[in-house]
């Protein structure tokens, strides 16, 4: 599998008043054909920041972004825009109020300028029906469907141009859980009908073991660990997501596998110095607090984390 | 399956007109407003066949009672009151419009601009804005009056034609007229720009035009809406202050608000000299709200139901 589309030494930062807020700081990662990549995080994580990168919404301010190993700029962002889309959390947000659903799947198309009206239709019709909708869907407005309904409309919307690569940014989050299983699933179906790609921003582990292949861990606008789904969720390696997985609520389980993380998520206006989760880290020792641990591969097994105990703490 | 199909085809604006046509208040007010149309525009057969004149005077025949040949009788100079109604009416709904389409368009333009580009644009549009908001009326009104058109490039001709003071009150209304609705838009732009569906327009690449043009300009229809229709009952009010004070529709040539305010130093004689041209201003702007109620719902889909 080769590289879709790919992060290279990536930051963004906002002014707030006189001081720089760093959503993301220096973060490397790629995205492989066909693959589903989870990013999950804390809220203020710097997660939405990045998938709103990849999406092309947000201009990175340091950092370069290449698709199929081209680097992007001016010229060849339109190129790209075609093969990203992006599927909103908030599905009632998603889509224009006042445009009916055919407009509304066929968007992409038309700003485009690739079809001509009677193709467009004839497109929005044969993804209305895709996505597990009725064809007389089309003709109505988005305010008569319910969350689940939308967030299918705004997957049929996104698949629209043929994408490659999708950034889901938190999209089953605002559904019902009996629904969450069925656009999991419609998903998952789309993926292997279309062959895409997934950025699946999430901060639900649970749903995240069902779909992914690969997760990337964010920790204050900082990547801490990458790695395979399996032997992450079997043995991570950085503290932070140890103690990420320890939280996840079970059924039977008894309370506490290990212990859960202490305090809150330091203000990205002002990192700690050092690792920057080191303040909530319970293996922190004095090198932490003064010197940045780099992502590195794993001695164990496939994978990577900026732990400076990263090979010791499995 | 095929009637699902075309039902499909159909367009949003057939949906919207099979909702404005159940909504009975507007779809009276659009029937009254036809009406008023076609009363002002009866005024040319009566002029070209009936060989009628809104300008002649007939001195022995002041205030003379309605009769056969003129159904509202004659005003204080003798001309045929409903003639001089029809054609007052012209200018007046016209003004309205005008004015209310000038000003109206210019002010979604500012607003729109202001509130999707945001910072140094944002701030210069808005500082003007309110500078046209700290001017006051009538001294503006003083001073676009005594303008010397042919000095700033206008034919003689045209700066000496009736149709000149027409023209100058469209320009004033455009000119006071604009920045309430400048600012509505703009924060309903604000509000919008940063919605999901905008972004993901942006995210499949939209620029700035297309994005106004499909998702801003359909999403702020409903309040824009209002307040033109209400801006149309202003504006014709408005005509009526400017023509009293002698600028804008000079008499004879007649307007609503021009009859009106003529009328009201014989109010106790004539009086119905001052309530038909009342009437009709008053009739009109009623319409006209009603009208854009039941577009408020035509253009909202979640009304329906």
Known sequence: MSDLFSLDNVSVQFKVGRKILRAVDRVSLAIAEGETLALVGESGSGKSTLGNVVAGLQVPTEGTLAFKGRKLDRASWPVARRAIQIVFQDPFGALDPRMPVSDIIAEPLRIQGTANAAERAARAAELIEQVGLPVDALNRYPHEFSGGQRQRIAIARALAPRPQLIVADEPLSALDVSIQSQVLNLMKDLQAAHSLSYLFISHDLAVVNHLVDRIAVLYLGRLVEVGPRAELFAGPAHPYTRALLASVPRIGARRSRGRAIVGEMPSPLAPPPGCVFHPRCPLAQDICRTEVPMLAPLAARAGEAACHFRDQVA | ?305
């Open chain 2, 1 to 305: 399956m095929s009637g699902s199909r075309t039902e499909a085809a159909i367009g949003p604006w057939m949906l919207r007109w099979r909702r404005f046509r159940r909504n009975r208040a507007g779809m009276a007010a659009l029937l009254v407003l036809v009406a008023l149309v076609l009363f002002v525009l009866a005024a040319f057969p009566m002029q070209i066949w009936g060989g009628m004149n809104a300008d002649a005077t007939d001195l022995f025949a002041r205030f003379d009672p309605p009769d056969a040949a003129h159904w509202l009788g004659r005003d204080e100079a003798g001309r045929d009151v409903l003639l001089r109604l029809m054609v007052g009416g012209q200018i007046s709904l016209l003004v309205g419009l005008l004015g209310t389409a000038v000003g109206g368009a210019f002010g979604v333009l500012i607003g729109i601009c202001a509130g999707y580009f945001g910072g140094k644009i944002d701030a210069l549009l808005m500082r003007f804005t309110d500078g046209m908001i700290a001017l006051p009326l009538l001294p503006l009104v003083i001073v676009m009056g005594a303008i010397d058109l042919t000095k700033i490039g206008f034919s003689r001709d045209f700066a000496h034609s009736g149709a000149v003071g027409f023209w100058r009150i469209v320009v004033v209304i455009a000119i006071v007229d604009w920045t309430a609705i400048a600012r509505l838009v703009r924060a309903a732009t604000m509000a919008l720009k940063e919605r999901d569906f905008v972004r993901s327009a942006r995210a499949s690449g939209a620029g700035a035009g297309y994005t106004m043009a499909s998702h801003i300009l359909p999403n702020i229809a409903t309040p824009v809406i209002v307040a033109f229709t209400l801006t149309v009952g202003r504006v014709i009010l408005l005509e009526s202050t400017l023509s009293f004070l002698g600028f804008g529709i000079v008499p004879p040539t007649p307007s609503w608000g021009n009859m009106l305010s003529n009328a009201q130093d014989m109010v106790i004689n004539a009086p119905a000299l001052a309530v038909y041209p009342g009437l009709l201003i008053l009739i009109t702007v009623i319409a006209v709200n009603f009208l854009g109620d039941g577009l408020q719902s035509a253009f909202d889909p979640r009304a329906e139901r």
